[in-house]
């Protein structure tokens, strides 16, 4: 069955700036065959585009054009129906059009955005429509051969199966779980840790992918423990959020350490710090230290901790 508007019961950390949607996304539907083509050029279908990760935005809105006013892309995936709160009618259809690269891009009336360059802006539908258009069509850009024999394959179910024409294979959209943590010492500190790709200033929670065969909470205490040397117990989920680059889900939790002796991998955790709430915005209104994004999940764990919005630089 599909899923459309969110739970009304959301976890500790509450409904996520990158997990808001407003649409019902069909999974029943995908399967009719010619489903694009049977609604494509109908007056309640409309279209969103994106090239190369971005998508036309006016107005503080994703711009959606009518399907009968434009020829189909080589590569069009359905999003799904509007359901209740949604911007546009209940019932409407929306299909994801990707422009091939080299499309000519100023005819369009309005700005192309990147994901992270608007998505504090967007409204439920438009951030839901975004994050799944990203998705699946990283997904396609990426994945247009079969594994197993190298045939390239076919677009079906609306764009949400790609099917080997040699062996009959089927090929669907991968998501790669990682776990992200706040990690809370005896005392209530809080550990962050600065990765080697990082200025100097910025610090965020760890987190790490899933290996094959293992859960999300034994994800939680290796991933701790090889970033920043300490042993952490009873994990505890808070939530999660889709991030779309390219294909993961995060999962947050939160976790004891036994102790508070750190040391990083010195890899990709150059430097581990712990923070009680006053030296954490002390360090923020100071401008000494830079945390996530508002639509990251990090900054939500951080903020859970924290008790409440954080101070700003400057404060």
């Known amino acids: 069955m599909s899923l459309s508007t969110a739970s009304a019961g959301f976890p500790p950390l509450g409904q996520l700036m990158l997990a808001r949607t407003t649409m019902d996304r ?14 494509w050029g109908g007056d309640t279908t409309y279209v969103m585009l994106i090239a190369d990760g971005k998508t036309l935005v006016r107005g503080g809105k994703i711009v959606l054009l009518a399907s009968r006013e434009r020829a189909a892309t080589d590569l069009s995936v359905y999003l799904g129906r509007a359901v209740e709160g949604a911007d546009v009618p ?26 992270r360059d608007v998505a504090g802006e967007l409204s439920a539908q438009d951030v839901g429509l975004f994050v799944e258009a990203v998705a699946i069509s990283n997904w396609h850009l990426t994945h247009t051969h079969c594994p197993r ?66 859960s999300l909470e034994a994800a939680v205490v290796r991933e701790i423990e090889e970033e920043s040397g300490v042993v952490v117990h009873s994990p505890t989920y808070l939530g999660s959020q889709p991030w779309p680059f390219p294909a993961s889900l995060m999962i947050g939790f939160t976790a004891v350490a036994t102790d508070a002796v750190s040391v990083p ?5 150059l430097e581990t710090r ?42």
Do not use: K, M
Request: proline content about 5%; some cysteine.
């Open 149 to 214: 024999c190298g045939q390239r394959t076919e677009i079906e179910q609306g764009g949400w199966v790609r099917r080997c024409p040699a062996d009959d294979s089927q090929h669907f959209p991968r998501t790669d779980p990682a776990i992200i943590v706040s990690v809370i010492d005896e005392d209530d500190r809080l550990l962050l840790g600065r990765n080697s790709a990082w200025p100097a200033s910025r610090y965020s929670t760890l987190a790490g992918f899933v290996e094959p065969g293992e």
């Open 274 to 315: 712990w923070f009680s709430r006053e030296e954490l915005a002390a360090a923020l209104e100071a401008d000494e230290v830079q945390v996530a994004s508002g639509i990251s999940i990090a900054r939500a764990l951080i903020e859970h901790w924290y008790g409440g919005d954080l101070p700003q630089a400057g404060q």
């Open 90 to 115: 209940v019932g409407t259809d929306i299909v994801l059009s990707v422009l091939p690269e080299g499309a000519e891009l100023a005819e369009y009336d309005g700005e192309w955005l990147g994901l």
């Open 26 to 39: 069909g999974c029943e539907r995908r399967s009719h065959p010619g489903l694009l083509d049977g609604i």
């Open 265 to 269: 991998d010195g890899v990709e955790i």
